[in-house]
């Protein structure tokens, strides 16, 4: 079995800064993609940012700028820190993970169980 589990989540004021990790745990072989995706109340799951093994990051328009994704390959770990938070910023955040649990193995998509962000004064 593979398990995403993240942690970082909270309360925190408008300006404020937090950090969301995502360890991946289980029989994994490697790990292409890590990602973390947000879902407010009434929205559609959107991308926040995506890191590929090699360091390449993608970022969604709304918080390029502000958010930075970083991953330690050695732990399976994907990082989230969100500094200049607003209150649109409040949703479920998701860790999501592109991964072969053995060597010939298809790539198979894993999900978090979501970790509520919540911005306000």
């Known amino acids: 079995q593979v398990q995403l589990v993240e942690s970082g989540g909270g309360l925190v004021q408008p300006g404020g800064s937090l950090r969301l990790s995502c360890a991946a745990s289980?029989?994994?072989?490697?790990?292409?993609?890590m990602g973390w995706y947000r879902q407010a109340p009434g929205k559609q799951r959107e991308l926040v940012a995506s890191?590929?093994?090699?360091?390449?990051?993608n970022y969604g328009d709304s918080v390029k700028g502000r958010f930075t994704i970083s991953r330690d390959n050695a732990k399976n770990t994907v990082y989230l820190q969100m500094n200049s938070l607003k209150p649109e910023d409040t949703a479920v955040y998701y860790c999501?993970?592109?991964?072969?649990?053995?060597?010939?193995?298809?790539?198979?998509?894993?999900w978090g169980q979501g970790t509520q962000v919540t911005v306000s004064a």
């Open positions: 289980g029989s994994i072989f490697s790990i292409s993609v």
């Open positions: 890191i590929t093994s090699g360091g390449s990051t």
């Open positions: 999501n993970a592109d991964l072969r649990r053995w060597v010939l193995a298809g790539t198979s998509n894993y």
